[in-house]
């Protein structure tokens, strides 16, 4: 969960963005946790402090480039939907010329 709803119950389209950032990161770990090796009552000072996921094994800079852009600490600063869209279609589109 992004900060904001962890610390304020505060939940909007800028915290489903949170979630598909760290959706995107279970994806290229293959079901990893993304923050296991924290006691889950303090992820969300942890998050509040600038702590995010690494960049997973083999998971290419572009696609961990999104992700971290959906945790931006401000919720405003986070990717709109056809900002994201258009992100992942030009991944999409970028992988495919070496495929």
């Known amino acids: 969960m992004a900060p904001e709803a962890l610390l304020q119950n505060q939940y909007s389209t800028a915290t489903?963005?949170?979630?598909?950032?760290?959706?995107?990161?279970?994806?290229?770990?293959?079901?990893?946790?993304p923050l296991a090796e924290l006691d889950a009552a303090d992820v969300g000072a942890f998050l509040s402090?600038?702590?995010?996921?690494?960049?997973?094994?083999?998971?290419?800079?572009?696609?961990y480039g999104l992700m971290?852009?959906?945790?931006?600490s401000s919720p405003s600063s986070r990717p709109t939907?056809?900002?994201l869209?258009?992100?992942?279609?030009?991944?999409?589109?970028?992988?495919?010329?070496?495929?």
């Open 81 to 83: 939907a056809p900002q």
């Open 68 to 72: 971290s852009w959906c945790w931006t």
């Open 16 to 33: 489903d963005v949170w979630s598909l950032g760290i959706t995107l990161w279970e994806l290229a770990t293959l079901g990893a946790a």
């Open 49 to 63: 402090g600038g702590y995010r996921p690494s960049q997973p094994h083999n998971c290419p800079d572009e696609l």
């Open 85 to 99: 869209l258009a992100a992942l279609h030009d991944f999409r589109q970028a992988l495919s010329t070496y495929i």
